[in-house]
């Protein structure tokens, strides 16, 4: 798993050097920075050199407080012009925000909130009474996460939820015990944490009942790095359990390497 990230940036740092002269956000040294620290960051959640949390500082030195959109673009100009971050990023985020605008559900799951800024885009589609609940494994980002939400006044919206899907029942207990999930009351799941875990997650949360039919599984990263046994499980569901549309895309924050989102609907 971790060699095929390195080894997918790698190549792509190689087609990059192919192509020298071009302002390829990548070659930058925050994201080679990121390589260094990819077995970190896999492991948790962060890079390592402390770019979630200035990102975080960016974003309330840069955005006005409580404008949503403000914020959302200041995470975006971080990432393209100060250090890279493994954010959905706004091509994909267009994306999430046209399945959230399809769905419009009153309440969204996601795995993985990362420094918060997916999230926030689908706290921003959501109808009146909306509610995302994000699930991170690592306590550090969830209080990133928090402070961007706070700031760009979105604490209304969104709860983030420090656990895993994987810990035994003790998240999934949280979300139904503090948080209202019962079966047929989720509309909405946004999946962009560990990859290998994405299909064990779903299969998880399948089993808690709280999906109904119509409800939306959006992945990120399924084209790369790859959630192969995921892929696998939607391509042998396909007009069965699930129908998806795979939307053909680019990894965050550069056009080099290639993507795929899946859009799975319950049936
Ligand atoms: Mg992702």
Request: no cysteine; aromatic share 8%.
């Given at each position: ?7 997918g ?18 070659l ?26 200035a ?6 030195a ?6 949503i ?29 046209a ?18 800024y ?34 760009a ?7 983030i ?30 999946i ?39 892929r ?14 795979a ?9 080099l ?11």
């Amino acid at each position: 798993m971790v060699l095929l990230y390195v080894a997918g940036g790698l190549a792509g740092l190689v087609v990059v050097n192919v192509l020298l002269g071009r302002p390829v956000p990548f070659l930058r040294w925050s994201f080679i920075r990121m390589l260094f620290g990819m077995k970190r960051l896999l492991s948790e959640w962060q890079v390592g050199d402390g770019r979630e949390a200035a990102a975080a500082d960016y974003v309330v030195a840069n955005a006005p407080a409580g404008d949503i959109d403000a914020a959302i673009a200041a995470i975006d100009r971080f990432a393209y012009r100060k250090k890279f971050l493994i954010n959905v990023g706004d091509e994909k985020g267009a994306i999430l925000d046209a399945a959230v605008d399809r769905v419009k559900p009153q309440r969204v799951l996601e795995l993985g909130a990362y420094v918060g800024y997916s999230a926030l885009r689908m706290a921003r589609r959501l109808p009146a009474g909306g509610q995302v609940f994000s699930v991170e494994f690592n306590p550090s980002n969830a209080a990133i996460a928090r402070r961007i939400i706070d700031h760009a006044g979105a604490a209304d919206r969104i709860t983030i939820v420090v656990g895993s899907m994987g810990d035994g029942g003790k998240t999934a207990d949280a979300l139904e015990q503090q948080h209202g999930f019962k079966p047929g009351n989720l509309d909405f799941v946004f999946i962009d944490h560990a990859k290998e875990a994405y299909l064990p997650d779903l299969q998880r949360i399948l089993a808690a009942g709280w999906l109904h039919p119509g409800s939306v599984v959006v992945a990120d990263n399924v084209g790369f790095p790859g959630a192969p046994a995921y892929r696998s499980y939607m391509d042998a569901e396909e007009g069965k359990r699930w129908h998806t549309r795979a939307h053909k895309t680019h990894a965050e924050y550069q056009k080099l390497i290639a993507d795929l989102v899946l859009e799975s609907t319950l049936a």
